[in-house]
């Protein structure tokens, strides 16, 4: 089970929040301080922080800088009354992972969380699975019905990407200055023909399409 700890000073808000999370299968440990939360860390192991910013004794951006001292890929998400730019720019500096700001919607709460997790989850395995199909980053392959399909690089690297983040459009800039060479003198057009090459090598899937999205780029959308 996932564990998760939610560090609110606020008794009443901290019980609403980890009740909504309980209710969605996760295992919920509240902390009324950054001291108390650290010493949950001391007693096991941790797949998630919720964490307010202003708190007695220890705030979050210090809780933050010492959490990512103990752990590099352990989701943070800030959920405070500061709407200020630059609470949002310490945090993100820090390295937390996401950041909402209080009257907090439950709902879009555990759609943040679960998609903090699946993220984290990615960046550990270093592995995708959609269905039948299998990326797997340290091998640099992909697998569909338990069938190698033959990649290259850059074909698995633009396919992992789009996959890790489903429904999440992508400009062919933002492809194209990830995967090529600053260097090389390569236009636009040659992340449509890579794209085109992974359309047809990933046809008979019925777990996932590449979907262009008109004026922008493309996105990988769940079938």
């Not at 989701?75 to 009354?81: D, E, G, R, V």
């Amino acid at each position: 089970m996932v564990d998760i700890v939610v560090v609110e000073d606020d008794v009443a808000l901290s019980r609403i929040v980890t009740q909504s999370l309980v209710d969605h299968g996760y295992n919920v440990h509240a902390a009324s301080s950054g001291q108390a939360a650290l010493a949950r860390f001391a007693q096991g192991h941790v797949d998630m922080v919720i964490s307010d910013i202003m708190m007695p004794g220890m705030d979050g951006f210090a809780l933050a800088e010492l959490i990512r001292g103990l752990d590099a890929q352990i989701p943070i998400l800030f959920m405070t009354a500061r709407d200020d730019f630059a609470a949002k720019k310490r945090g993100f500096k820090l390295g937390i992972d996401d950041y909402m700001v209080k009257p907090i919607d439950l709902d879009e709460l555990v759609l943040r969380v679960g998609a903090l997790l699946r993220r984290a989850k990615i960046a550990v395995d270093k592995r995708v699975q959609v269905g039948n199909l299998i990326l797997d980053a340290d091998a640099v392959m992909v697998t569909m019905d338990g069938q190698e399909v033959p990649v290259t690089v850059r074909e698995f690297n633009i396919l992992f990407k789009l996959l890790s983040n489903p429904n999440r459009a992508y400009t062919r800039a933002q492809l194209l200055d990830e995967f090529w060479d600053p260097d090389a003198s390569t236009g636009l057009r040659a992340v449509d023909v890579y794209v085109t090459k992974l359309r047809e090598k990933f046809a008979a899937s019925q777990d996932f399409s590449i979907v262009t999205v008109h004026g922008l780029g493309y996105k990988a959308v769940l079938t």
